[in-house]
């Protein structure tokens, strides 16, 4: 049975740390009607992934009940199987034929630089100097097209991200709606552009096998850029904050081997992931827990608190860097789950790995968190390197 609940994720208190009443979620009230964002609200592990796993009964493209889409919305994370099948193997093609161990170089060249330069300031803000540069830079090095301008970026992509918020914040959806017209514009540039090495140019080059309309390759080209940046630049944050909160844990991975770094860089990510949930639209009647949920209601499973569920993770509470196995949703789970997770988790353990050969990281002032629900990061991070 559902439990009314008091949820409000932009709250000061759910920003600073949504976990305690995350693990409340799973001990009194697993699903609830959330009446700001028309859904059902999921939070064990469980339940999670068996939605997004069940794509017959938990939809991502809505209009397969009815609902209408723009044309500048329509990409690979709207449609499903098995439309979605052509589209989504051009993509897995083009990001596996890219050598992740030249990215991991490059990326690392790039952070070893930032910290050079860095590290001869009394102060810096980590989310300006190194998570955004970075995620751009290692994005479009992947991607191989020219970096755009990093301010101009940085802006673009936070109203992408405070557009996901607009069952809570509806206000956000024309600004965030611009930014994604921005986006595709943006893609058309790539188009018109001398071509690279990279994810893009194999994209073009095998699009025209698609029996798709033009746009939705178009639209699927900005939407895994900025995937890739925003998420390489919330977890970049989060994990930063998390180091210097855990100095023993940085400890511990100097002169690790890379089994341990890898598997490190996973429970990082499942421990303070940025994506906090993702939704499904229900195609038919079903029912969850005694709860019944209608066809065309909305489902929202809180990945990040399945992260923590006691009952799929020992210790969910506690970073456990050989944690084996590590079924984390932080990539999400299913025919829709992040088609750039093993890129992501290089960059990652390419960014612990250069914290762990510089000075020590630590605070310099007050850290702020981004008001972002569906995506939790930060918007500065005072620090400085200490000998």
């Not at 309309?213 to 900005?222: D, E, F, Q, R």
């Not at 990082?268 to 209608?294: D, K, M, N």
């Not at 992260?307 to 050989?322: A, G, H, I, Q, S």
Request: aromatic fraction near 8%; charge should be neutral; hydrophobic fraction near 40%.
């Amino acid at each position: 049975m559902s439990t009314a609940v008091e949820y409000d994720p932009l709250s000061p208190e759910m920003l600073a740390n949504p976990y305690p009443q995350y693990a409340r979620f799973r001990r009194t009230a697993p699903i609830f009607w959330h009446e700001g964002m028309k859904s059902w609200v999921l939070s064990r592990y469980q339940d999670c992934r068996d939605v997004l796993r069940d794509n017959d009964t938990f939809a991502r493209d809505r209009r397969r009940v009815g609902a209408e889409l723009p044309e500048f919305l329509q990409n690979i994370q709207t449609i499903d199987p098995p439309d979605q099948g052509p589209l989504k193997s051009v993509l897995m093609n083009a990001l596996r034929s890219q050598d992740l161990d030249t990215a991991g170089a490059q990326a690392r060249e790039q952070i070893t630089g930032i910290f050079a330069d860095l590290a001869r300031r009394e102060r810096f803000d980590w989310i300006k100097e190194v998570a955004a540069p970075v995620a751009l830079t290692i994005t479009s090095h992947l991607f191989g097209v020219q970096r755009p301008d990093l301010q101009w970026y940085v802006k673009l992509s936070d109203s992408i991200a405070r557009r996901m918020d607009i069952g809570l914040r509806p206000e956000r959806a024309a600004v965030g709606n611009d930014a994604r017209t921005q986006l595709n514009s943006l893609v058309d540039q790539w188009y018109a552009a001398e071509r690279r090495p990279g994810v893009f140019a194999t994209i073009r080059e095998t699009a025209g096998q698609l029996q798709v309309p033009p746009h939705y390759v178009h639209n699927t080209a900005g939407v895994m850029f900025n995937a890739s940046y925003g998420t390489l630049f919330a977890t970049v944050s989060n994990i930063a904050l998390t180091l210097i909160e855990r100095p023993e844990t940085l400890n511990a991975l100097r002169g690790a081997d890379r089994k341990l770094l890898d598997s490190a860089t996973d429970e990082l990510i499942r421990f303070e992931g940025p994506a906090q949930g993702t939704s499904r639209v229900a195609t038919e009647r079903t029912v969850i827990h005694g709860t019944t949920i209608e066809r065309g209601q909305i489902v929202l499973t809180l990945m990040a608190s399945a992260n923590r569920d006691e009952t799929e993770f020992t210790r969910p509470d506690e970073l456990v860097l050989d944690r084996s196995p590590n079924r984390h949703l932080s990539f999400g789970w299913g025919v829709h789950g992040c088609l750039g997770a093993a890129f992501g988790r290089v960059a990652v353990r390419e960014l612990i790995l250069c914290l762990t050969e510089a000075p020590r990281l630590r605070l310099a002032g007050t850290p702020v968190r981004r008001t972002t629900a569906t995506v939790r990061s930060l918007d500065s991070l005072p620090v400085s390197f200490t000998a």
